[in-house]
């Protein structure tokens, strides 16, 4: 039973690009959610996606949006990258009516220069 | 702004010592768990707590839910080069939202 995946590993950008990072959840799960952990720090939410539609979210800028796909696959998109958004992203995945225990990816370390 | 405090931030210490993480809030948590992270990597989740005053034990690890369910500790026994990493620990204020927020950490250090 493969856990949750994400994918690229790493990814370098520069200033003012436009990135896709891309998330599995584990087997069974609809809900995906997804953070930010800047170096040193713990994660921050960004949002969280269930049944395709964006259900709650953090304070984040417009410049991150995302997508569910129908077989609970989720993107995350962030527009005009600046410097301050070099992090580690996480990809969290949950059940609905389940007992609140969300598993995490590996990340995507995402550096902008 | 919900924040979820923990201390100590930085912790150092010598194989076989004990230890205790505490993550503390003024805000009330429907459930709470705490994670272990290696660098690089995603966090590992260790615990889910839910019930006030609740304490599990995971090996060498006990961690307990006030009972107002605002704050939780996470002590280790005999710790071990191999629980070196970084501590973090999550609430979620409404059940079923996974929308969670994460303490600033604690990292740990165990030297043989």
């Known amino acids: 039973d493969a856990g949750v995946t994400q994918s690229p590993t790493h990814l370098i950008k520069t200033r003012g690009q436009q990135v896709t990072l891309r998330c599995s959840p584990k087997s069974g799960h609809d809900t995906v959610s997804w953070y930010q952990q800047a170096l040193g720090q713990g994660p921050q939410f960004i949002f969280q996606?269930?049944?395709?539609?964006?259900?709650q979210r953090g304070n984040f800028p417009d410049r991150f949006s995302g997508h569910q796909f129908p077989n609970y696959s989720s993107e995350l998109n962030v527009n005009a990258l600046l410097l301050g958004d070099s992090a580690l992203y996480l990809c969290?995945?949950?059940?609905?009516?389940?007992?609140?225990?969300?598993?995490f990816g590996p990340g995507t370390r995402l550096t902008v220069l | 702004t919900q924040l979820l405090e923990q201390s100590p931030q930085f912790l150092s210490i010598q194989e076989g010592e004990n230890l205790t993480v505490y993550c503390n809030s003024s805000?009330?948590?429907?459930?709470l768990q705490w994670y272990r992270q290696e660098p690089g990597e995603g966090p590992v989740l260790l615990v889910t707590?839910?019930?006030?005053?609740e304490v599990k034990k995971l090996k060498r690890l006990t961690f307990q839910f006030g009972d107002a369910r605002k704050d939780s500790s996470l002590h280790i026994t005999a710790a071990q080069p191999g629980d070196t990493g970084l501590y973090l620990c999550a609430g979620a204020t409404t059940s079923g939202t996974y929308k969670y927020i994460f303490g600033t950490g604690t990292r740990l250090k165990v030297l043989a």
């Open positions: 996606y269930y049944e395709e539609e964006e259900r």
């Open positions: 707590v839910v019930t006030g005053g």
């Open positions: 969290a995945s949950g059940s609905t009516g389940g007992t609140d225990t969300q598993y």
């Open positions: 805000s009330v948590f429907s459930s």
